[in-house]
């Protein structure tokens, strides 16, 4: 008689994707929460090329991966390989996050907006969104994200400058008339009588050009965030908390956009706290 074999449950697997990837405080997010909840699962950075992107997706889930963080350049390319596109990935055109579902199905979403405003709610109770006018610099994907979420709670007037003025326009043309369109040189002036101020470039990241838009026009009121989390008090930051501003850094986004993910691919919520910000820190 042949011995019964059972067959065991397989370890969940999960990771980030990107190219290059070496950069992403992902695993070390992702590993701290493993390890806080006990759960018997491993999250790995994976370094794909983009003529790579579809053969991988394609192996990916028979190797036991139940899903993926993705990150440049292939938060646009997924979304023509998914099966199932959220809404809002569609609206944003990229996709952040991939669950490999049990039918073969691959679901994309995106949770940069919901992680950008789980961060405010977190560290700047204070503001509500229809207390006046949002103003943003940069015109990218995590602008796209930004807009379409600060539009979703009731924000009644985005104002945006991006240093190349058509790439802002087609947000405009996405988004509609609540969204008004300033040159670049005219960034500083967009400030005046804003709630909520949001630097979406890389400008003051670290290897990246300084920031040097003028913020005279910044009230002590506003608050400030930068969605550049190295360094984590960039000097745009320190600029608005010299004038008085409530200030938001970028990392608090980066952890909450992470927990929808993590929820589907290993069920359990994670908790975003001091000692998960410590963890990827000390990373």
């Not at 055109?93 to 405003?117: C, E």
Request: hydrophobic fraction near 45%; charged fraction near 20%.
């Amino acid at each position: 008689m042949d011995p019964v074999v059972t067959e065991l449950p397989r370890i969940p697997l999960a990771g980030v994707i990107g190219h290059p990837v070496a950069h992403s405080r992902s695993p070390a997010l992702h590993g701290f929460w493993l390890r806080r909840y006990g759960i018997k699962g491993h999250y790995i950075p994976m370094d794909v090329a983009q003529f790579d992107l579809a053969e991988a997706l394609k192996i990916l889930p028979r190797l036991g991966f139940v899903g993926l963080n993705v990150t440049i350049p292939h938060k646009e390319a997924v979304l023509h390989l998914a099966d199932i596109v959220t809404d809002r990935a569609a609206l944003i055109g990229a996709a952040n996050t991939l669950i490999f579902r049990k039918d073969g199905k691959i679901h994309a979403d995106n949770t940069d907006g919901a992680g950008f405003m789980a961060n405010l709610r977190q560290h700047a109770p204070q503001w509500q969104p229809q207390s006046g006018p949002a103003a943003l610099l940069g015109a990218g994907g995590a602008a796209r994200a930004v807009v379409a979420a600060l539009f979703e709670v009731g924000v009644p007037e985005i104002r945006i400058a991006n240093r190349t003025r058509p790439r802002a326009e087609a947000l405009r043309a996405d988004f509609g008339a609540k969204l008004t369109v300033y040159d670049w040189t005219q960034a500083g002036q967009m400030l005046d009588g804003a709630a909520l101020v949001v630097n979406t470039t890389s400008l003051g990241m670290a290897g990246k050009p300084d920031f040097h838009v003028p913020l005279d026009a910044l009230d002590r009121r506003t608050v400030v965030t930068d969605l550049v989390y190295n360094p984590l008090d960039t000097d745009f930051l320190i600029q608005a908390r010299a004038r008085g501003c409530h200030t938001v850094d970028g990392l608090g986004m980066l952890l909450h956009q992470a927990a929808p993910g993590f929820e589907r691919w290993f069920d359990r919520r994670p908790e975003v706290d001091d000692a998960t910000r410590q963890a990827v820190l000390s990373a």
